[in-house]
């Protein structure tokens, strides 16, 4: 019977990829392939461990791949990431690698999942659908081996005959695994940074170019410069500015997005490259534009908190109203602060 | 021969309509149109361009590292090091947003006000959402959707003066955390004040007993 094997979750780690995978034995298909170079990787002991299958180190052996319940691998680029999840054999990458490369299609977030740690797999509640389960076997309680105390992993890496390696080639494996894990992590941050510019920044500068563009050709920029100047150019304009921002009324309408004090950041800051403001009002004026922030967003917020609906009832005027006199008092703390600029 | 007749460059006299752009409404307003349109857009254009280049390639490799800089710390040492600093006012309004809003960005970062007391969270709230503009001075990634108050201003900063943009980029992010301190105390106060004004003393006495006791189980957790 496969429904006596333990279904096990396997979710992805911080900074990892996928929503998790689950999977068990089936019959002949036991193999866990550690394909991290070295001894077999701990995540993999794991899977071994809680499922009831066997490690077999990619490295020393060969194994069928309708014998290989799942893969675990170290890849930090495209390669090995996309070759199992191309034989749909369920890929666990221990490293944070997110779908990219030649072999991307095959990719998918039901065959893989990335940035896994031993704290990231666990045994899965009773009848929850393991991947390769028929549909047929589910329902059935599942008794997950009692992991016997400090030497579970010691027993399971028992199966497969591991070749002694020297110290030297073990120092290399394990620093050229720290180099991989290096790697892996700042190209993921690369592709992470990229998406961000390109679905998040590029956007919002179109928007920012375009609006400066109509604001400076139209000659508004000067208009606006004329009547911001006297506001921006001294500690009194820049306290009312920021007693104006921080008003319970107006400030939940100034918030969305920033949208508006970033066009005035960017009028500001075209107002000092001209020499029209000088350099270290810079620094109170970044706190008077910004006295309304978040008051558009205070419930939703504090929700996201996870507080009382009386704690938003008291919340949102406690807030408002702290600003009305935080909002003056920020532009006075930087104030003070900006001669060293 | 009407003056009508006559073509700008003055010498045929066989065309019928006039062509002077200088002397005829119509086209002196089509060409103002042309001419405006366009140079509408190229001053966009050109102001596109001075951020693209000035902002995007420092940002780019600027959130690189501290996407992986996240990655290495990880999340759970954070989580810990937040409910630490969320048991003093002084670490609540100051440590305790700055982890949130690097490791969780904008706006994730007031998940961690899940760590607080009910009367707490208000002044949570306040002295994060304070910070999510400074700490773009060194982190844009944590709320690359709100650069330009930051970008806007210093991108004038830089062109005048490029050591006081150094300067400016630090005095934004110490003195953003001075005020949400002060933020964060001050609406603090006004919670505190709201609740006995309002009659909820009971209730968020409740609540603090429920948190104790929510602290005392997962203390009891972690020792088991």
Redesign the interface.
């Known amino acids: 019977m496969t429904t006596d094997f333990p279904a096990v979750r396997i979710n992805k780690g911080?900074?990892g990829w996928g929503p998790g995978l689950v999977v068990r034995v089936h019959g002949d298909r036991n193999i866990v392939l550690s394909v991290t170079g070295g001894d077999e990787h701990p995540v993999a002991k794991r899977i071994a461990e809680l499922t009831g299958g066997r490690v077999v180190n990619a490295f020393n052996s060969g194994a069928p791949d309708d014998q290989v319940m799942c893969a675990v691998i170290n890849c930090g680029g495209t390669a090995r990431s996309g070759v199992y999840p191309k034989k749909r054999i369920p890929t666990v990458n221990v490293f944070?690698a997110s779908p990219g490369g030649p072999l991307q299609k095959y990719i998918t977030d039901d065959i893989y999942v990335s940035?896994v740690g031993v704290s990231n797999v666990e045994t899965a509640e009773a009848g929850t659908p393991a991947i390769g389960d028929d549909g047929a076997e589910t329902g059935q309680a599942s008794q997950p081996p009692q992991p016997d105390g400090s030497d579970a992993a010691v027993n399971s890496t028992a199966v497969g005959e591991v070749k002694k390696e020297s110290a030297f080639s073990r120092f290399i494996i394990k620093f050229g695994g720290a180099i991989g894990y290096v790697i892996t992590?700042?190209l993921?941050?690369?592709r992470?940074?990229?998406k961000?510019?390109l679905n998040?920044?590029?956007p919002?500068?179109?928007y920012?170019?375009?609006i400066?563009?109509?604001v400076?050709?139209?000659g508004l920029a000067n208009w606006i410069a004329r009547s911001v100047s006297p506001l921006a150019g001294s500690l009194w304009g820049l306290l009312l500015l920021g007693i104006i921002t921080g008003l319970p009324i107006l400030s939940p309408f100034l918030g969305p997005?920033?949208a508006i004090?970033?066009?005035?950041?960017?009028?500001?800051?075209?107002?000092?490259?001209t020499?029209a403001l000088p350099?270290?009002y810079?620094?109170p004026?970044?706190?008077a534009?910004?006295g309304q922030?978040?008051c558009d967003?205070?419930p939703?917020?504090?929700s996201?908190?996870?507080?009382?609906s009386?704690?938003v009832?008291?919340?949102?005027?406690?807030?408002l109203?702290?600003?009305q006199?935080?909002s003056p008092?920020?532009v006075l703390?930087?104030y003070g602060?900006?001669f060293?600029? | 021969m009407t003056p009508l007749l006559v073509a700008p460059w003055g010498g045929s006299q066989l065309l019928a309509i006039p062509l002077d752009v200088k002397s005829n409404a119509v086209m002196q307003g089509i060409a103002w149109f042309a001419t405006?349109f366009i140079?509408?857009?190229?001053?966009?254009?050109?102001?596109?361009v001075g951020?693209?280049t000035g902002?995007?390639p420092l940002?780019?490799?600027l959130?690189?590292?501290?996407?992986?800089l996240?990655?290495?710390i990880?999340?759970?040492r954070v989580t810990h090091a937040v409910q630490w600093a969320g048991k003093y006012a002084v670490t609540r309004y100051t440590l305790m947003p700055l982890l949130a809003v690097i490791m969780l960005t904008n706006?994730?970062c007031?998940?961690?006000?899940?760590f607080?007391p009910?009367?707490y969270?208000?002044?949570?709230?306040?002295a994060?959402?304070?910070f999510?503009?400074?700490v773009t001075a060194f982190f844009p990634?944590a709320n690359?959707?709100?650069?330009?108050?930051?970008?806007?201003?210093?991108?004038?900063?830089l062109?005048?003066?490029s050591g006081?943009y150094a300067?400016?980029a630090a005095?934004?992010f110490?003195?953003g955390l001075?005020?949400i301190l002060?933020?964060g105390l001050?609406?603090q106060?006004?919670?505190n004040?709201?609740?006995k004004r309002?009659g909820?003393e009971a209730?968020?006495q409740k609540?603090d007993e429920d948190y104790a006791q929510g602290q005392m189980e997962r203390t009891e957790e972690a020792v088991a």
């Open positions: 911080a900074g944070t940035g992590s700042l993921n941050a690369g992470e940074g990229v961000l510019i998040t920044v590029i919002f500068m179109a920012v170019a375009l400066m563009g109509i400076n050709y139209t997005g920033a004090a970033q066009i005035i950041g960017v009028l500001m800051g075209a107002q000092i490259a020499g350099v270290r810079a620094l004026t970044l706190f534009i910004d922030v978040g967003f205070i939703v917020g504090l996201l908190g996870e507080a009382q009386e704690t009832d008291v919340g949102v005027p406690a807030v109203f702290g600003r006199l935080t008092l920020a703390i930087a602060f900006s060293l600029v | 405006h140079g509408l857009f190229k001053a966009a254009a050109e102001s596109f951020l693209a902002v995007i940002l780019l490799v959130i690189t590292f501290m996407y992986a996240t990655t290495w990880g999340e759970k706006p994730m007031y998940t961690f006000g899940r607080l009910e009367r969270k208000p002044a949570y709230y306040d994060t959402v304070s999510v503009h400074p990634h690359g959707a709100e650069l330009f108050v930051w970008a806007g201003v210093s991108a004038g900063v062109k005048v003066d006081a300067r400016l005095l934004y110490l003195v001075i005020v002060m933020r001050v609406t106060g006004f919670t004040f709201l609740i309002g909820h209730v968020f609540f």
